[in-house]
Nanobody, 122 residues
Framework: VQLQASGGGLVQAGGSLRLSCAASGRAFSRYAMGWFRQAPGKEREFVAAITWNSIATYYADSVKGRFTISRDNAKNTVFLQMNSLNAEDTAVYFC????????????????WGKGTLVTVSS
């Protein structure tokens, strides 16, 4: 599966952005999907994940209550709605796919898209 993230940009603190990740290839609906981010000088970290059937979602503590992950299997797309953004959310955001249950460790995700940059100005 090939992934392409979009929707990043510059936003003021307190604002919102919605990221999208379009997937190509078959069997998208069978993959767990996740969002990760990497700030300058830092390691890639888990942000959110969703099971293939949207029954369960998972969030990093730092974004819980502010970010929402969702997916539309009919459109092969996963979304990340980000509200109440702050400067600490500035990073390149990546979407990832994994066959099986979501995990918060980047190495176990087999498919990655190119990232989209989110910059939050304070």
């Amino acid at each position: 599966v090939q992934l392409q993230a979009s929707g990043g940009g510059l936003v003021q603190a307190g604002g919102s952005l919605r990221l999208s990740c379009a997937a190509s290839g078959r069997a998208f609906s069978r993959y767990a999907m996740g969002w990760f981010r990497q700030a300058p000088g830092k390691e890639r970290e888990f942000v959110a994940a969703i099971t293939w059937n949207s029954i369960a979602t998972y969030y990093a503590d730092s974004v819980k209550g502010r970010f929402t992950i969702s997916r539309d299997n009919a459109k092969n797309t996963v979304f990340l709605q980000m509200n109440s953004l702050n400067a600490e959310d500035t990073a390149v955001y990546f979407c990832a796919a994994r066959f099986g249950e979501p995990k918060n460790a980047p190495p176990v995700w087999g498919y990655w898209g190119k990232g989209t940059l989110v910059t939050v100005s304070s």
